[in-house]
C-alpha cells in the first residue's frame, strides 16, 4: 500500500514551464515504478512518461519529448515533472501512478492506466494562450 499525492499545477501561459511533484507514504517507495497521466476533458487518460524503480529507464509520450522531464528521488519519496515550452494542448489533470517493480515493466504495458494500482488524486495544470 502506497498513498501518492500531487502538487505544482496551476496556470501558466503557453512557452511557460511548470514544476509537478508526486509524494508517496506508507511503504518503500524504491519497490516502485512511477508514471504521470493526464486526461483533458473528453479525452482518454494518456501517459505522459515513466520511470523505473531506481531511475535508470524513463519513457515519454512522443508529444512531450524535449519539453518534459521525469526524476525521482528515493531518499525523498518524491518523482517529479519538469514541464518546459508548455502549449495549450497540455492543458489537462495530471495525476501521478505507481506499480509494484516486480511486474514487467515494457512499454506495451505500462502505457495503459490499467497497469497502475495506485492513483494520486491530481493536480489541475492549465495553459493559457
Known amino acids: 500500500q502506497v498513498q501518492l499525492v500531487e502538487s505544482g499545477g496551476g496556470l501558466v501561459q503557453a512557452g511557460g514551464s511548470l514544476r509537478l511533484s508526486c509524494a508517496a507514504s506508507g511503504d518503500t517507495f524504491s519497490n516502485y515504478n512511477m508514471g504521470w497521466f493526464r486526461q483533458a476533458p473528453g479525452k482518454e487518460r494518456e501517459l505522459v512518461s515513466f520511470i523505473n524503480w531506481n531511475g535508470s529507464r524513463t519513457y515519454y509520450t512522443d508529444s512531450v519529448k524535449g519539453r518534459f522531464t521525469i526524476s525521482r528521488d528515493n531518499a525523498k519519496n518524491a518523482v517529479d515533472l519538469q514541464m518546459n515550452s508548455l502549449k495549450p494542448d497540455d492543458t489537462a489533470v495530471y495525476y501521478c501512478?505507481?506499480?509494484?517493480?516486480?511486474?514487467?515493466?515494457?512499454?506495451?504495458?505500462?502505457?495503459?492506466?490499467?497497469?497502475?494500482?495506485?492513483w494520486g488524486q491530481g493536480t489541475q495544470v492549465t495553459v493559457s494562450s
Open positions: 501512478a505507481a506499480r509494484a517493480r516486480w511486474v514487467p515493466d515494457t512499454p506495451d504495458r505500462f502505457r495503459s492506466p490499467d497497469f497502475f494500482r495506485f
